[in-house]
């Protein structure tokens, strides 16, 4: 089944008067999940969350009629916000009637499904559809390129590598890479301990020298810093964010081929370069420095990696993360003296 296929089953029982062309955006709406961070929400907020937004009322009723896919990398931001809950509850807005006619629409494409399981089975369908367009391109891309796809590629991060030619149909859900029908399973996220790890002490001093230049009197501490609200509170998105970026480090950056280089030298080298100037600025204070800086760092394009290309991996949380491993490398001395 196409998604023109599945968009005509469907519009019968749930287009409401809607054209096609808002149709076909309405169905992407509710097989996404809610924006539930920052980023996502200025997105949905400037019409940018739904990849299907942008594009023309003709080529939304091209898809609506099968003359035309969803492109791989639209369908790939999709599948990297995929909610088949949200979308199960979104048919059994039907009346009976009308699960009862879709389930028998269904069964024309040879789907067997009732009114207890049709809208399990149509989100199920739908992730299936935006899958095969992402598989429809990775294989033409790698017919172009003569890239020779495994039909397995084993879970473990020290063998599997992924060929630059997929990098577009790479996106990262419920903890496994997933390339194309291909996964592999990443290991748990890094979350900060409860005490602060030696390989933090880097990073760490530097913060608290930065509070205790804002503070100008009082020295802060780790011991003295739940006083501290504000710069408690930093304290700990700073640590999320540095475990953030130290994750790709040690988990993600290894399912890259030998030559395509060190992806996360490239991106921590981008982000210097991003950050630079705004570094060098002067502030009152080196908390300032920090929050301008991480700040910038924000939204700078860190595209030249490769690891900028994998869906849902590299964020605003991982881009701070990555400034706090330059300060603990030393190629950011200090948030209080630039050198």
């Not at 809610?34 to 091209?62: F, H, I, M, T, W």
């Not at 760490?204 to 100008?216: H, S, V």
């Amino acid at each position: 089944m196409t998604f023109g296929d599945f968009s005509q089953a469907l519009f019968p029982f749930c287009g409401d008067g809607r054209r096609t062309a808002d149709f076909v955006v309405v169905l992407v709406d509710n097989i996404m999940e809610e924006p539930s961070n920052e980023s996502d929400k200025r997105k949905a907020n400037d019409g940018e969350y739904n990849p299907l937004v942008a594009l023309q009322p003709d080529a939304l009723k091209r898809l609506h009629n099968g003359s035309r896919n969803i492109s791989a990398k639209a369908a790939t931001v999709i599948l990297g916000h995929l909610d088949k809950r949200k979308f199960d509850d979104f048919i059994f807005g039907f009346s009976l009637d009308a699960l009862t006619a879709l389930c028998a629409k269904l069964r024309e494409y040879g789907v067997d499904a009732n009114a207890q399981n049709v809208g399990e089975v149509c989100a199920d369908l739908f992730e299936g559809i935006l899958k095969s367009c992402v598989i429809a391109t990775a294989k033409r891309q790698a017919s172009n390129s003569e890239v020779e796809f495994a039909d397995e590629i084993a879970p473990d991060l020290a063998s599997p590598r992924i060929p630059q030619a997929q990098l577009s149909t790479v996106y990262i859900r419920d903890g496994q890479i997933h390339i194309g029908a291909t996964t592999i399973k990443l290991p748990e996220r890094l979350l900060p301990p409860e005490k602060i790890d030696k390989i933090e002490m880097g990073y760490i001093p530097k913060l608290l020298e930065a509070y205790t230049d804002a503070e100008k009197v009082i020295e802060v501490t780790q011991a003295n810093l739940p006083e501290f609200q504000r710069y408690q509170r930093n304290f700990t998105e700073q640590r999320e964010n540095y475990y953030n970026a130290v994750y790709i480090f040690e988990r993600v950056r290894g399912v890259f081929s030998a030559e395509d280089g060190d992806q996360f030298d490239i991106l921590k080298k981008e982000t210097y370069f991003g950050i630079s100037d705004v570094y060098a600025d002067d502030y009152d204070n080196g908390f300032a420095r920090l929050t301008a800086v991480l700040k910038q760092a924000a939204v700078i394009d860190v595209s030249k990696s490769l690891l900028s290309n994998i869906g849902n991996l590299i964020g605003i949380s991982e881009k701070k993360g990555v400034c706090h491993i330059l300060v603990s490398e030393g190629t950011i001395p200090s948030w209080v003296v630039v050198l």
